[in-house]
């Protein structure tokens, strides 16, 4: 079996500018943030994300220029507020976005792995999305006679998820709520992974549900203690609110935004610098 | 025994409540701490049986937990009865019908409960970018009924022509949307701080159920970008129960956190360093 265990540029390295990236987790919780600081500081360029409820990473991508387009269905921060660099991109016309649907998301997924050139939906008719969406085409079912919409597929050229934990050849843990991720590392051409733990492969299978994404999907994994900081990972930490909200107040200007980036990723070359600077105490507050 | 102090918030929060039957499923979306509320109030009260799944973990919970802005992941994840992938929820449950409760919040809505999640102004240079409508463009026309709230009724929601179709209401009212043979039966209530509101069976246009204590006709119709059908007799919202109000306060929600939701952007920041300094110091 192949050891996948390799150091954070290195993984890094196998993202190519104007990949189509899948970001793992949801809104607040478990986000891959080590992988996404180490993608703004290897300045890669074009991306598209693909993120079904997206947040920070989104956020952080499309402000630092790394990504110029993004597929997702929700851009925001929850109660904390809206995206800063999202909502500045889009209102100035500097992002592609391609307008999404949960619906169009999971079944784009799911026809990539059937590969169909689509999958239907009953929903969507009469929303405008299908009016920003020349893609999604209503069609008359030969079986039924009933109008629905083809999502056609969606697969992304690299996924970076985090967990939390997974054993040197990327057989990958997920305590708590999976959501997408499962599907996200099955239709991605590649996938990186960022884990709490590295185990033994014991460990993983002594766990009720063993393996979520299975070694043979993943090519790189990476060992990235607090690697969601300021995101969740449960059950280590909860998300670090008061870095977010700080987040959300810097990044309302570009100078601002420019500034967080120089502290927490220009500054900071490796993940411990990063998690220096965030400092022990911050982070102690956060455990669970 | 009504309450003779409860707030706006709560009476929106009761309301809310009072649509869950026993036994039903709930969903919830994405920072919607009312709607947590509401979930949580009901199957303490009249709805023991009801089984709430919340968005952060995709988990169906029984068991109930105080709201908290911190620690909610850790509750839902630690008591769930069981996880549930997001294309689980998206393709099985929602479009079945075994969820058949969820309530939405709209940034704009019109006279035929048509809403908009997704931005204000026009789609392609918009002068807000909304986070957008998540699962609205599907469950809108599959749910079998619709039910929404707005924490603060004004003009800038209710408005007579919405910049973007997230979720289908009425269409253009009248039989408009039954003619598309939708499987839902489109917007049922919508809960707002001044009222109850429904749709007019023949017209499909909103029109009032109920107007909060101490709303006035004219207050309503001010505060709404369309004509309201407003009946002659229309009654008052059952106020909340003492019982209610001491469950929200003292069980459900000490800190406030729905209050989030309640407050103007500019008043929420006091309230957030007041709920994260307590939470981080227990």
């Given amino acids: ?288 | 025994m009504y309450s003779e102090d409860f707030t706006a918030d709560e009476m929106v929060v009761v309301c809310m409540a009072r649509e869950i039957k026993d036994h039903d499923v709930l969903a919830q979306g994405i920072a919607t701490p009312l709607v947590t509320n509401a979930y949580l109030l009901a199957k303490k009260t009249h709805a023991p049986n009801c089984t709430p799944m919340f968005h952060m973990g995709n988990t169906y919970v029984l068991e109930t937990h105080p709201v908290s802005l911190l620690y909610f992941e850790k509750y839902v994840n630690t008591w769930a009865i069981r996880f549930q992938h997001s294309g689980e929820v998206t393709m099985e449950h929602l479009p079945s019908g075994r969820v058949n409760i969820e309530y939405f919040r709209p940034a704009q809505i019109d006279m035929y409960g048509n809403f908009n999640n997704t931005c204000i102004g026009e789609w392609h240079s918009p002068k807000v970018r909304l986070p957008g409508a998540a699962g609205i463009p599907e469950v809108s026309i599959t749910y079998k009924k619709i039910l929404l709230y707005v924490p603060r009724h004004d003009r800038r929601c209710f408005v007579p022509k919405i910049d973007f179709v997230s979720g289908v209401g009425f269409l253009d009212g009248k039989t408009t949307r039954e003619e598309m043979g939708f499987p839902g039966k489109g917007p049922y209530h919508i809960i707002t701080d001044l009222a109850v509101l429904g749709f007019d069976d023949k017209t499909k246009r909103m029109k009032v159920i109920s107007l909060h204590p101490g709303v006035t006709r004219e207050e309503i119709q001010g505060k709404t970008g369309f004509e309201l059908i407003i009946p002659k007799d229309v009654p008052t919202t059952e106020p909340p129960t003492k019982e209610q109000i001491r469950v929200i306060r003292e069980e459900i929600d000490p800190l406030g956190i729905r209050l989030l939701e309640f407050l103007p952007a500019e008043e929420r920041d006091e309230l957030f360093d007041r709920i994260i300094e307590i939470e981080t110091s227990r």
Avoid at chain 1, 59 to 88: K, Q, T
Avoid at chain 1, 109 to 116: D, N, S
Avoid at chain 1, 199 to 222: G, W
């Fill in chain 1, 1 to 288: 079996m192949a050891d996948k265990l390799v150091s954070l540029s290195e993984a890094v390295g196998l993202i190519k500018n104007g990949d189509l990236l899948g970001i793992g987790g949801m809104s607040l919780y478990r986000r891959p943030m080590t992988l996404s600081r180490e993608i703004i500081r290897r300045g890669i360029k074009d991306l598209g994300i693909l993120s079904f409820i997206a947040g920070l990473p989104s956020d952080m991508l499309i402000g630092s220029h790394c990504a110029s387009r993004i597929r997702s269905c929700y851009v925001g921060f929850e109660m904390f507020g809206l995206a800063p660099n999202y909502r500045r991109a889009a209102e100035n016309g500097a992002l592609e976005i391609i307008e999404e649907t949960e619906v169009t998301i999971v079944l784009g997924l799911k026809a990539t792995l059937l590969q169909v050139p689509h999958l239907p939906t009953r929903g969507i008719r009469c929303t405008d999305v299908m009016k920003v969406r020349k893609d999604l085409k209503e069609y008359t079912c030969p079986l039924s006679g009933e109008k629905l919409v083809a999502l056609p597929p969606i697969k992304p050229d690299i996924s970076i998820i985090h967990v939390s934990m997974a054993d040197r050849m990327g057989n990958a843990h997920i305590d708590g709520a999976v959501w997408l991720d499962e599907d996200l590392a099955k239709a991605s051409g590649k996938v990186i992974i960022s884990a709490e733990k590295i185990v033994e492969t014991e460990e993983i299978i002594r766990t009720p549900s063993r393996a979520n994404i299975p070694h043979f999907m993943v090519d790189a994994v990476v060992r990235a203690p607090f690697g969601a900081h300021p995101t969740s990972c449960f059950p280590f930490y909860t998300y670090d609110a008061k870095h977010i909200r700080k987040y959300l107040e810097v990044s309302n200007s570009d100078n601002g935004f420019s500034e967080y980036l120089n502290t927490y990723v220009y500054q900071t070359k490796t993940h411990e610098e990063y998690l220096d600077q965030v400092g022990a105490s911050t982070l102690s507050k956060i455990l669970l």
